[in-house]
């Protein structure tokens, strides 16, 4: 491969890199990102569907303004005409009324159960017995206070009249010039006052009632007479001595009880404040436990108007006599037209279904990030030259640009098929709103990747926090936010959970939607913010503080988790840190610790151990790779010891070498790997890469360094060459350059033709994927190179052609290679080093082992067991100091000390045995890697063991 050497890659170059391979992966996910945009869209298309079928129900006759046909002329023939007159109660609400009917004003009268007596949590003796309710005659009771309690007693002595007082010329001036109430319920309009549309009877309030108290008077209807039943109430008016007293009465009383189950409803209060002869000031209460769940039930419904009209009356009274007075004669709605019955079914269900649909998002980002994570994808970027920063900008832009066309497509969506939950409301807040949830969505996402490591525990746990919050919106949140007894403080609290505050603000659209559709009036626009009952705003806010805190936590645990062992949870005070901590390295406190291993350690090994204590004293720019004294123990777990994986390794590797390591399973290369790549921090001890130290400096030395992890870290989706125009990118390979060295690479692992460069990685076999990743190791020219077992799976021919690429890449870069191949290992290497038990055993090159711990040939002979003893016979005289080392089934093998025999004797003395028994096979062997491997490890193990 030809050397492309660049400096390290820019910020920009590499977040330019990062992008290219995100829309290339995302390129190859439009399948998967098509079934997910479908989504909204078909869940719209339904609700279109079942529009469609609510409309055709509301245009059926039932529904539409009610038509007669009336002769008008006498002439036999007929007009129609239309009107509410003429109207069921489902169709009446749909009639132009052009001039609406005149109601008397009347009292919101609490019902004859539900009027205030004596009780345990109102327990004024002025009150009634609560034995009047059995027997319906509790009175109707106005508190009422001031800071002249004198005049307060005349004014409202003077509130009610002593008789019910008809004309039945007009009965509805009657009703209205005396002091008359209900107890039926108010609605949204007063088109037909439900006083005098239901069965119940009305009350007149009177200082006395006599003993027939009742009496029915004929009101009219729209078209009809209607018989009225009016009943004779007990005005009753007592005194509190301050306005805190009445308002808690009235509270206690009024809407659902109290904490004992019982309604106490009073009338009326009045407070005539500083009222005199000069001045009247008078605040009033009323049951506001009958407005609608929105609050937006104009006062005028209910039945407030009369109650002013009563403390105003009855103050004129007092200043100029009884017969002054303001008539209040009738109220009446604002005329309406013709209007057709709406119910829009996005702004009744959209609250919940788009609920589901906006946090669709949120599993999806998150698999993504834990599958980088559980395929270690992120830290294989990493080690590549990847830094955080480009990471988080191109991650999270990329994730926001996938969540802003996915919701964008939400609203043309529903916008183009003409859902009125998207079309009243105003874009702008839609806009601003759903930009803050998905970026608190996104921020999110990113802090709960941090606490999975498997994508399908994430994905799990991702749906049902999808579902659970809009079930529980739905049916417990939504109930909280439809209680005005609920207190708001509590409702803040609860929208502190991203998925409740996502609730409230679609909430919010689909109550403005819903009654804009309603009324032919507009949605949600900015001005509706400030509305009392608006919760939009609190939202908002809630989001944007969210957002910021949730990223910043975000970015802070993923820098103290990634990269394995990650960075010190104070690693942001480093920078404080570490001039102090510059000069503070003590040689000297490394040397004594290090003399505990001085004395079981081979001469090779303390050779390498005492070149690495004077590279230290004397740092050297040619060698790439000093370890010092590097350790690494695994904490005690499930009530095993502590592991040792690396006990003190003392290494260094100049530039130009391939250093091999060997080792049975477990004996701890890889930890000794993971430890060099970032993927874990050293117990103790440390080392230095291109003079940078693995304990502060990995993401520089990332810049200039390749991996070949022991299993393949690939993008299923991406191709061979995408993987490594990516990599060659993040070491800052460009142009002609990039193309000229991914060709190479692809070239020497004999991916290039035949079309596996453009193959997808999923595709590729075990072998190809493992020559992928040696490709990925060695483009961009990086200065050290760490790999795992490079030619596992590989065919022979494959890995011959393996074998050639990692040679020629070895010059003026410094190669770490584990291996179980003692083959590869001789062909590779320019030293190796044994590794048993986490200690280095033995150091040199091949031949300088084989010759240290080989000085011996192999004998090898198989005959009948019959002549066993014949064959030792035979192998004691060639050389006395021979060991048998193998025996089975008349199959013997000696080791043979080089200095006690010569060659042509041996063939001598095997062809003086053929002679007396029969031989059928023999062989005289030098000794190979294999055996210096076995014999060294058998060894160290056996040592190990008795010490």
Not at 93 to 102: D, F, L, R, T, V
């Amino acid at each position: 491969m030809a050397d492309h050497s660049v400096g390290p890659a820019s910020f920009w170059t590499q977040a330019n890199a990062l992008l290219r391979k995100n829309l290339t992966y995302q390129k190859r996910n439009m399948k998967t990102n098509v079934r997910l945009i479908l989504f909204p869209f078909l869940l719209c298309l339904l609700l279109v569907l079942i529009q469609s079928l609510i409309d055709n129900e509301l245009d059926k006759p039932k529904y539409r303004c009610g038509c007669t046909c009336i002769d008008t002329n006498g002439d036999g023939r007929c007009e129609e005409v239309c009107g509410v007159q003429f109207s069921t109660l489902e169709q009446a609400s749909s009639c132009p009324i052009e001039s609406p009917p005149e109601w008397p004003p009347l009292l919101q009268m609490p019902a004859p159960e539900f009027r205030a007596v004596r009780t345990n949590f109102n327990p004024f003796l002025d009150l009634p017995d609560e034995s009047c309710r059995r027997t319906g005659t509790c009175p109707a009771t106005v508190l009422f206070t001031g800071t002249n309690q004198s005049l307060a007693e005349i004014l409202a002595a003077s509130m009610f009249t002593n008789s019910f007082n008809l004309n039945s010329n007009n009965v509805s001036d009657s009703i209205a010039f005396n002091v008359v109430g209900s107890s039926s319920m108010t609605e949204n309009n007063n088109f037909l006052e439900p006083a005098f549309a239901s069965n119940l009877p009305l009350y007149n309030v009177q200082l006395q009632c006599t003993g027939n108290s009742s009496l029915t008077v004929p009101v009219p209807v729209l078209s009809v007479e209607k018989p009225q039943e009016v009943r004779c109430v007990q005005g009753l008016h007592l005194w509190r001595n301050n306005a805190s007293d009445v308002n808690d009465e009235m509270y206690k009383g009024f809407h659902k009880g109290n904490s004992e189950g019982k309604i106490n409803e009073i009338l009326a209060g009045f407070d005539f404040l500083n009222s005199n002869t000069n001045n009247f000031n008078v605040s009033i209460w009323y049951n506001s436990s009958f407005k609608n769940d929105s609050g937006n039930l104009p006062t005028a419904l209910l039945r407030i108007p009369r109650s002013v009209n009563l403390a105003t009356n009855t103050y004129l009274k007092h200043l100029r006599g009884l017969g002054t007075e303001i008539l209040f004669e009738f109220v009446k709605e604002m005329p309406k037209p013709a209007s057709k019955l709406r119910l829009d079914l996005s702004s009744l269900l959209g609250t919940l279904f788009f609920t589901w649909v906006v946090l669709q998002l949120f599993p999806v980002v998150l698999t993504s990030l834990v599958y980088e994570k559980q395929q270690k994808l992120r830290i294989m970027m990493k080690m590549h030259g990847l830094g955080d920063g480009p990471y988080w900008l191109i991650s999270y832009a990329y994730f926001l640009t996938i969540s802003a066309i996915y919701m964008l497509c939400f609203v043309i969506f529903g916008s183009v098929i003409g859902l009125k939950f998207f079309t009243l409301n105003d874009y702008s807040i839609q806009f601003v709103f759903f930009f803050l949830y998905i970026n608190l969505q996104i921020s999110l996402a990113f802090l709960t990747a941090a606490w999975f490591s498997n994508v399908k525990t994430a994905a799990v746990i991702a749906y049902i926090l999808v579902f659970g919050t809009g079930l529980l919106g739905g049916f417990l949140f939504q109930f909280f936010l439809e209680d005005p007894s609920f207190p708001k403080t509590w409702i803040v609290v609860l929208e502190l959970f991203p998925g409740f505050a996502l609730y409230r603000g679609l909430y919010e659209f689909a109550q403005y939607s819903f009654n804009g559709n309603f009324m032919g009036t507009d949605g949600m626009r900015w001005g509706n913010l400030s509305d009392e009952f608006n919760g939009m705003r609190d939202v908002m806010i809630i989001m944007v503080v969210e957002w910021l805190l949730v990223f910043l936590v975000a970015y802070y645990v993923d820098q103290i988790s990634s990269s394995g062992g990650g960075k010190s949870p104070l690693f942001f005070l480093r920078r404080f840190q570490k001039k102090a901590a510059a000069s503070f390295r003590l040689p000297s406190l490394r040397n004594q610790e290090s003399k505990v291993f001085v004395q079981m350690e081979q001469p090779d090994v303390l050779q390498e151990r005492e070149k690495v204590e004077q590279l230290l004293l004397e740092p050297d720019a040619s060698h790439a790779i000093t370890c010092d004294n590097l350790k690494k123990v695994y904490p005690s777990r499930d009530g095993n010891p502590e592991k040792y994986a690396v006990k003190g390794l003392s290494l260094a590797v100049p530039r130009g070498e391939c250093f091999g390591m060997l080792g049975p399973n477990g004996a701890g290369k890889t930890s000794f790997i993971s430890m060099m790549i970032g993927l874990t921090k050293p117990s103790a001890g440390t080392a230095y890469v291109q003079g940078m130290d693995i304990r502060h400096d990995m993401d520089r030395i990332y810049t200039s360094m390749g991996v070949c992890p022991q299993h393949d870290l690939l993008w299923e989706q991406l191709t061979g060459r995408e993987h490594l125009l990516f990599y060659g990118r993040l070491k800052n390979l460009r142009g002609s350059a990039l193309t000229e060295a991914v060709d190479e690479s692809l070239k020497g692992v004999n991916l290039y033709h035949g079309g596996n460069a453009d193959k997808q990685a999923g595709k590729y076999s075990g072998g190809m994927k493992r020559r992928l990743s040696v490709a990925i190791s060695l483009i961009g020219d990086p200065k050290v190179v760490y790999m795992d077992e490079p030619s596992t799976g590989l065919d022979p021919a494959s890995r011959n052609s393996l074998w050639n690429v990692v040679k020629r890449a070895k010059q003026d870069r410094a190669i770490v290679l584990t291996t179980h191949s003692m083959e590869e290992a001789e062909v590779l290497c320019d030293r190796l080093g044994i590794f048993v038990d986490g200690s280095l055993q033995c150091i040199g090159n091949p031949k300088e082992l084989k010759g240290r711990y080989g000085g011996s040939y192999v004998f090898t002979m198989t005959t009948s067991a019959n002549h066993d003893v014949d064959v030792e016979n035979m192998v004691k005289n060639l050389s006395p100091g021979a060991s048998k080392i193998y025996h089975i089934s008349g199959t013997q093998k000696f080791e043979l000390p080089k200095h006690e025999v010569r060659i042509g004797d041996v063939f001598q003395a095997v062809e003086n045995a053929k002679s007396r028994f029969t031989v059928f096979a023999w062989g005289l062997a030098d000794t190979t890697l294999e055996d210096v491997f076995i014999k060294v490890a058998r060894g160290a193990q056996a040592f190990n063991v008795l010490s």
